[in-house]
């Protein structure tokens, strides 16, 4: 927590903790009631942004061993039971 605090400052690590909470009690990613969950493609990744605070947003990767795909070949996030954080930052 400390640490949070003084890389990110004091308000960014504390909605961090909160969009950690949300994730941990939600069904799936998608459902988060906040954060503005996003599809997105990252260095030609699939993952998943939500907003922190500002422009400031995290980023997740699918971490199953398996990826649930739609018929599109897009990961179904809503059957995602794994993610992997891979970046907090400015997404331009």
Do not use: Y
């Not at 969950?37 to 998943?48: A, D, H, L, R, Y």
């Not at 699918?62 to 059957?79: A, L, R």
């Amino acid at each position: 927590m400390h640490n949070a605090n003084e890389n990110l400052g004091e308000k960014l690590a504390s909605k961090l903790r909160a969009r950690l909470s949300d994730i941990t009690v939600a069904d799936n990613i998608l459902a988060l009631p906040v954060g503005s969950p996003e599809v997105c493609f990252e260095e030609g990744e699939e993952c998943i942004t939500i907003t922190l605070f500002g422009d400031t947003k995290m980023g997740f990767v699918c971490g199953n061993t398996v990826q649930p795909k739609n018929q599109d070949n897009t990961i179904d996030w809503s059957q995602v039971s794994r993610i992997r954080l891979v970046f907090i930052g400015d997404v331009k």
